[in-house]
T-cell receptor, first 114, second 112 residues
């Protein structure tokens, strides 16, 4: 029962390098999300996709791009990594509106930018 | 805009002690309110929720009541266990958006 799977779990980058975080869910959920978690700041929404083919900015989208590849997969790309993007990244999914439903989270990807 | 404020931690308790973690919110309209829990090394998972005023959410011995008059959703448990050690996040979802807004999280450490 995989749920939400993120790869990689750990990554170290140098400033200016690029990378893509992959996320896949096997629950046939419509909506998917990318959050970052930083000490003292909780979780902040980077981007989300309400349904296949759509994406929208969250609170902190600068420096990131996303692709909703299909209903299962939602990737997050850092084109030119900066030390300020050192964080733990979480992918999540929901069947419908989070107002009444539940977000299911992956285990997180810890990214360090030197 | 909408926001959530929760008490800073860490909160350190002995096993079987009573737990309260305060959460207040600012929102227009009638948001839904949630508590999520993050165990060490894991992602967040839903602990309980309430979707309208005066609703009480409960799960695993935890409870929280949606108080519109005080804009609060405090988390309580009568007798904590070591296994309850985790970070607890209060969150809200309101209006027409399909987004959750999280508080900063409160670390709970329960000692035997």
């Amino acid at each position: 029962n995989a749920g939400v799977t993120q790869t990689p779990k750990f990554q170290v980058l140098k400033t200016g390098q690029s990378m893509t975080l992959q996320c896949a869910q096997d629950m046939n959920h419509n909506s998917m999300y990318w959050y970052r978690q930083d000490p003292g700041m909780g979780l902040r929404l980077i981007y989300y996709s309400a349904s296949e083919g759509t994406t929208d900015k969250g609170e902190v989208p600068n420096g990131y791009n996303v692709s909703r590849l299909n209903k299962r997969e939602f990737s997050l790309r850092l084109e030119s990594a900066a030390p300020s993007q050192t964080s733990v990244y979480f992918c999540a999914s929901s069947e419908g509106l989070v107002r009444t439903g539940e977000l299911f989270f992956g285990e997180g990807s810890r990214l360090t930018v030197l | 805009g909408n926001s959530v404020t929760q008490m800073e931690g860490p909160v350190t308790l002995s096993e079987e002690a009573f737990l309260t973690i305060n959460c207040t919110y600012t929102a227009t309209g009638y948001p839904s309110l949630f508590w999520y829990v993050q165990y060490p090394g894991e992602g967040l998972q839903l602990l309980l929720k309430a979707t309208k005023a005066d609703d009480k959410g409960s799960n695993k011995g935890f409870e929280a009541t949606y108080r519109k008059e005080t804009t609060s959703f405090h988390l309580e448990k009568g007798s904590v266990q070591v296994s309850d050690s985790a970070v607890y996040f209060c969150a809200l979802s309101g209006g027409a958006t399909n987004k959750l807004i999280f508080g900063t999280g409160t670390l709970l450490a329960v000692q035997p």
